[in-house]
C-alpha cells in the first residue's frame, strides 16, 4: 500500500467519524433552535433576524484559521440556519395573529409580511385586537401606531398606555392607496369614496381634485367589502390592491395618496417583554412626570445622562385627571440589566409612573 492509499484510507475513516460528531452536534443544534422558537412564538419575535445571522456568521467565521476554507464555511454556516429557521417555521406554524379589519387589509398585509407562518386573526377595531392578545385568544397582535402622513394612531397609543402588553418590534411598510369601484364604474360614474379616516387625509387633494363627496369607515378593506357589497357605480373605495382585488373591485386609479413615501409603522405586541440585551437596541418608555416646574425636563435629561438617544417623545391625554398628560419615549442605546435598572430608577425619581413598554434591536422595513 503506497502513502496516498495510505492517506486516502486514514481520510475517509477521520471523515466517517468526523461525520457522526456532526450529526450528534446538528441534532443539539435543532432541539435547541425548539427552544428559540418557542421563545419566539412567545414574544412576537418573527423567525428571520438577518442582524443576529450576521453577527453569528462575522463571529464564527473568525475561527477559522484557514483563510482558503473560510468561504466554505460561511456557505456551511449559512445551511445550517436555513435548515434551523425551516424547522423553526414549522414549529411556528398556526401562531394566531390578532389584527384590526377584514382580509385585504394594510394590517392583515404586515402580519402576513412579519408572520408568514402565522394565522391572521381579524378583529372589529384596535380594541378587539388588543384585548385577543390580553386574554389569549392570540399569541400575539399587530396594529399600526404612526404613519409618515397623518401621524400617530391615537387609539392605539392608548390602548397602549393603558393595557398591559409590551411592543417586542417595529416594523415599517410602505403604504399605497388606490381608487376601486366596481365592475360597471369608472372616474366619470363615482360620486363617493369611502375609507378608513387616515387613507382619506392621505388623498386628501385627489379627492378634492374629483369633487368626490367622502365618508368615513373603520377600515379600508372593510369599506372595500362594502362597496362591493352596495355594487353601486357612484360609490368608490380608496384601499390597497390586495384589498380592492379581494373584494372583486374594478381597480380605477393607481397610487392616489399624496405623499410617495407614505409608510405606516406597526408594532408587534406580546404578553411577555423581550429579553435584555447587551447589543445595541431601541425601546419604548411609558411615563408620566409630577406637576412640577421643569419635571419634564429633568425625565429628558435622564436618558441623556445615561448615554441615550432620545429618537422621538410624544404626548396624550391621560384620561384620568384633566390637563395631565402621559408621555411615549422612544430611545436607542446599550440597555443592558444594570442599565435599565439605573435608568428606570433615575426617572422613578422624577416621575409618577414609569413603564419600559418594549426593547427590540432595530425597526425593520417590511
Known sequence: MNDYEKNFRMARADISEIDKEIAKLFEKRMKAAVHVAQYKKANGIPIEDLVRENQLIEANSSLIENDEIRSYYINFLKNTMKLSKDYQHKIIDGTRVAFSGVKGAFAEIAVKRIFPDAVPVPYPNFKAAYKAVENGECEVAVLPIENSYEGDVAPVMDLTYFGSLFINGVYDMAVEQHLFGTQDADGKTIKKVISHPQALGQCADFIEEKGYIKEETVNTAVAASLVAENNDPALGVICSLEAGNEYGLKLIDRKINKDSTNTTRFAVYSRVPR????????????????????????????????????????????????????????????????AEEKMLSELSEVCTNVRLLGRYPKEQII
Open 275 to 338: 429579553d435584555n440585551t447587551t447589543d445595541r437596541c431601541n425601546f419604548i418608555v411609558l411615563f408620566t412626570v409630577r406637576d412640577e416646574a421643569g419635571s419634564l425636563g429633568k425625565a429628558i435629561s435622564v436618558f441623556g445622562e445615561c448615554g441615550y438617544n432620545l429618537k422621538a417623545l410624544k404626548s396624550r391625554p391621560s384620561k384620568d385627571v384633566i390637563w395631565n398628560y402621559y408621555f411615549f419615549l422612544e430611545g436607542e442605546g446599550h440597555l443592558t440589566h444594570e
